[in-house]
T-cell receptor, first 112, second 114 residues
Framework: AQSVTQPDIHITVSEGASLELRCNYS??????LFWYVQSPGQGLQLLLK??????LVQGIKGFEAEFKRSQSSFNLRKPSVHWSDAAEYFC??????????FGAGTRLTVKP | EAQVTQNPRYLITVTGKKLTVTCSQN?????MSWYRQDPGLGLRQIYY???????DKGDVPEGYKVSRKEKRNFPLILESPSPNQTSLYFC?????????????FGNGTRLTVT
């Protein structure tokens, strides 16, 4: 069955430090992969997506993610975190034409 | 502005009192879906709709109903709410395929059932 695992429930980083959020997926075929961000009181906003081609994808707000088929991973990175990046981050895998399976989320806290 | 609008944002009700959460999108999307978000579980799909009059169960449909009489609207109905339906609910929409149009989400409805 398709599934997404985000091993870290909560991560704290200092402002200006680099960030990596982990995501592992289980899916039989070539996956469609997504990262969403949820700010407090808001819905989910798409950060980036991977369908095919270059395994390093760029997203909005300075985020990037790298697809590694051998590790079944799609980790999200940012070189320098800003206080406004504090939010909850969800990794998701596309299933069929429309459905998605979401991970449990990683909450990011940014220290001044 | 392209958006998915849910109402209400907050709702407190009592066990057994029927309620409806509305969802409307202005992007002419065929696909609409309801999710519930619970701590440690991420988002789980309740129901989805591929188009008008076409709906199907997601992963956690028990205790919920939906209808899709118009393309833009996809209300979520709880006929007899129970405390285990206390959750944060999201409506989402997309065009025919997520490859072409990833999900757009509403701002959520926080439901408390006492």
């Amino acid at each position: 069955a398709q599934s997404v695992t985000q091993p870290d429930i909560h991560i704290t980083v200092s402002e200006g430090a680099s960030l990596e959020l982990r995501c592992n997926y289980s899916y039989g075929a070539t996956p469609y992969l997504f990262w969403y961000v949820q700010s407090p009181g808001q819905g989910l906003q798409l950060l980036l997506k991977y369908f095919s081609g270059d395994t390093l994808v760029q997203g909005i707000k300075g985020f990037e993610a790298e697809f590694k088929r051998s590790q079944s991973s799609f980790n999200l990175r940012k070189p320098s975190v800003h206080w406004s990046d504090a939010a909850e981050y969800f990794c998701a895998v596309g299933v069929g034409d429309n459905d998605m399976r979401f991970g449990a989320g990683t909450r990011l806290t940014v220290k001044p | 502005e392209a958006q998915v609008t849910q109402n209400p944002r907050y709702l407190i009700t009592v066990t057994g009192k029927k309620l409806t959460v509305t969802c409307s999108q202005n992007m002419n999307h065929e696909y609409m879906s309801w999710y519930r978000q619970d701590p440690g579980l991420g988002l789980r799909q309740i129901y989805y709709s591929m188009n008008v009059e076409v709906t199907d169960k997601g992963d956690v449909p028990e205790g919920y109903k939906v209808s899709r009489k118009e393309k833009r609207n996809f209300p979520l109905i709880l006929e007899s709410p129970s405390p285990n339906q206390t959750s944060l609910y999201f409506c989402a929409s997309s065009s025919t395929r997520i490859q072409d149009s990833p999900l757009h989400f509403g701002n959520g409805t926080r439901l408390t059932v006492t």
